[in-house]
């Protein structure tokens, strides 16, 4: 495993403006700046990010409440638009791509587990797991197989007729997993996936996690918890909208060394 | 497809939300329902008309004063009220005489207002007394139940004899046979010679309460300037137009008309009679079809309504979709769609309801109703694309929703 990519490590092209980073960093931003505006005030929630992620990368990201963290997650998950800044993804820059572009990465590139779940409400857990295929254009029994294997590996098959109010909050974790997988997406975009569960559940999510990243999947972790960010190869820190500090973690340099 | 989604999304939430979506439904229920009534209604009455009209006498055309068009139309009714002269007695002789290619050339002069009816202590009043030449049976839809209509040697005597509808009979003569009975026409004694099978009623007036008696004494009780009313049929319907046009040649000979003049007498037949039955029921059917429309516009704004807060409601619904990979198009359809199912549910009721309405009419008159499948497939296209129109504005808000700005929507 190569040392992290910071942004003076990738060539050339992305110090000079517009031109895309190299082939192996599916998402690299530079100067990212997400601002809000507050009546007459202005809460800037990112100031400045620059990261670059390679394929198959497994990064965590840590920082207090409030400092951006969610904020930066939705930017890459292509729901939310920057204030300032470029975003590359996959060597697109996704300002210059149009709506039915962007849905399409949603539902093909990107899983993502929110850190509020994000299920209908009115759906059963196999509904909920089956959306994402539904806007794939997969047949009924399709979707059907699929979600339940989803849901079995997820141990919820049992649960699959229940809607989200009849779950408990490491179900609904487990519902939308689940869901973000579904449609085998090269990129998992996971904000607290564990910040619900018990230690035991959490440690089947982290292996599940593990998996995935041995598929050859790029996993994207925000976490509080340090000995989950363990499982990652790198931290990155965020505080106060900008990148603090990016590392590798014990298992990041003993893959490296090793 | 994610239209399977999106109907069963729709049926999901009009189930869950029965009284709202009931009331919603209201305008495009009452619309469709009237519209579909209303093409029933029309069709029924045009039904039992046309077999009416038929009846009146096969091949038959009637020579009058005022042409139909003057009859319906106030502005030709001025003019010709100046210009036409009722048909006289001299007139119908020259007509019999000369019109060669008719089979039976038959006159009548009738009145119904302020006529009165008297047998022992039983009356009647405004009946239809008619004056006849004989040969009217042989034109005319009615069929004699019981004694004979009036005959030749009537028509030369002016006897005082009468032919009496059903209702005149059940009035005049309860329980006893009418049939060599006296009644009193307008004063007049008059033996009963006949009695006609009853006909029913066609838009509630009945068409048995009647007395025929000769032309001659008709014109003797009532004076002779009633215009008479002369019938002409001709041997088969082939002959018809050319009977039509012999005949009025003739009246405008007798009447020495020169050849820029107007006719100053009207000629009847069944097809003019229906096609101002025609007319008529058009003004009727597109007043109901425009109040329906209105209906129909009101509903629809209801449902853009109730679609509008269907998606303030649902905003978190949309982002999260949206974040799983749904395109603008997918999020328009579904809300199109489920307001195409809201409004067209509307028609289904609507139309459910019409047939309801034409079983309890079929039951309770003798109209022959019918559900006209026509109108209900274009009831139930209409309220549809109801549904899809006043849908685009609510969908289109509801496609155009930022993903993250749905996702944190408080509901
Ligand atoms: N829609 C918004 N409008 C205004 N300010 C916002 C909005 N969303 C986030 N913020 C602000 O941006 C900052 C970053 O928020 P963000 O949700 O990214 O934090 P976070 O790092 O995910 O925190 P936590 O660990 O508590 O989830 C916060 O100060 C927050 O108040
Ligand atoms: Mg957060």
């Not at chain 1, 408990?168 to 997993?177: D, F, L, N």
């Amino acid at each position: 495993m190569a040392s992290p990519p910071t942004l003076d490590a990738i060539p050339g092209p992305l110090a000079d403006g517009d031109a895309a980073p190299g082939p192996d960093v599916i998402i690299a931003t530079r100067d990212l700046w997400k601002i809000y505006p507050m009546g007459s005030e202005q809460v800037a929630a990112l100031r400045g990010v620059n990261i670059a992620i390679r394929r198959n990368e497994y990064v965590a990201i840590m920082g207090p409440s409030g400092s951006g963290k969610s904020t930066l997650m939705n930017v890459i998950g292509c729901l939310d638009t920057p204030t300032r800044g470029q975003y590359w993804l996959n060597q697109h820059l996704v300002s210059q791509l149009d709506d039915d572009e962007l849905a399409h990465i949603r539902n093909h590139e990107i899983g993502f587990v929110f850190q509020t779940f994000n299920l209908l409400a009115r759906a059963t857990a196999q509904h909920n797991v089956e959306l994402p295929l539904v806007y794939a254009g997969a047949s009924a029994p399709e979707r059907t197989q699929r979600a339940l294997e989803a849901l079995r590996k997820v141990d919820l098959y049992d649960r699959r007729l229940h809607r989200p109010n009849e779950l408990s909050g490491g179900q609904r974790q487990r519902v939308a997993i689940a869901r973000a997988l579904i449609n085998n997406p090269s990129i998992l975009l996971a904000d607290e996936p564990t910040g619900n569960l018990d230690s035991t559940t959490s440690n089947e999510i982290m292996q599940l996690l593990d998996r995935l990243w041995q598929q050859g999947n790029t996993i994207l972790l925000v976490t509080h918890e340090a000995d989950i960010a363990e499982s990652a190869h790198r931290v990155i820190h965020i505080r106060d909208g900008q990148v603090a500090r990016d590392e590798p973690t014990r298992r990041g340099r003993q893959a490296q060394g090793g | 497809m994610a239209l399977r989604e999106a109907i069963a999304v729709a049926f999901d939430t009009l189930w869950s939300h029965k009284l709202r979506s009931f009331l919603t439904l209201l305008g495009i229920i009452i619309s469709i329902w009237t519209l579909v009534a209303v093409v029933a209604l029309v069709q029924g009455v045009n039904g039992y008309v046309a077999v009416k009209i038929a009846r009146l006498g096969s091949n038959v055309i009637s020579i009058e004063q005022y042409s139909l068009q003057e009859m319906t139309d106030q502005k030709l009714f001025r003019a010709a009220q100046l210009r036409n002269r009722p048909l006289s007695l001299r007139e119908f002789r020259f007509l019999r005489a000369h019109d060669r290619l008719a089979a039976q050339v038959a006159a009548t002069s009738s009145r119904t207002i302020g006529t009165l009816l008297k047998a022992g202590a039983h009356s009647m009043t405004d009946v239809r007394v008619t004056g006849a030449t004989s040969n009217v049976i042989d034109l005319a839809s009615f069929d004699v139940l019981a004694g004979r209509f009036l005959s030749s040697t009537d028509d030369r005597h002016d006897a005082s004899v009468a032919f009496i509808g059903a209702d005149v009979a059940r009035q005049l003569f309860p329980g006893i046979d009418p049939i060599g009975q006296t009644l009193t026409v307008d004063g007049h004694n008059c033996l009963v010679i006949g009695q006609a099978s009853p006909q029913g009623n066609v838009f509630g007036q009945s068409q048995d309460s009647f007395v025929d008696i000769p032309l001659g004494l008709y014109r003797a009780l009532y004076g002779a300037q009633d215009s008479l009313s002369v019938q002409v049929q001709a041997p088969s319907a082939a002959l018809l137009p050319a009977l039509a046009g012999q005949t009025r040649m003739l009246m405008r000979n007798i009447r020495h008309l020169r050849y820029q003049d107007a006719d100053n007498f009207g000629i009847i037949g069944a097809d003019s009679l229906m096609s101002l039955w025609h007319q008529l029921t058009g003004i009727i059917a597109s007043v109901m079809v425009g109040v329906s429309f209105v209906f129909l516009v009101v509903g629809g704004i209801v449902i853009m309504n109730i679609m509008l807060a269907a998606v303030t409601e649902r905003t978190r619904e949309v982002g999260i979709r949206k974040a799983l990979g749904a395109r603008r198009r997918d999020i328009l359809s579904q809300f199109l769609v489920e307001s195409a199912v809201l409004s067209s549910v509307g028609g289904v009721l609507g139309i459910l309801l019409a047939y309801a309405f034409t079983r309890v009419a079929a039951a309770l008159t003798p109209l022959p109703f019918t559900l006209p499948w026509l109108a209900v497939a274009a009831a139930f296209a209409i309220s549809t694309a109801v549904g899809l129109f006043f849908g685009i504005y609510p969908a289109q808000k509801a496609a155009r929703l930022e993903p993250i700005a749905a996702l944190r929507a408080e509901t």
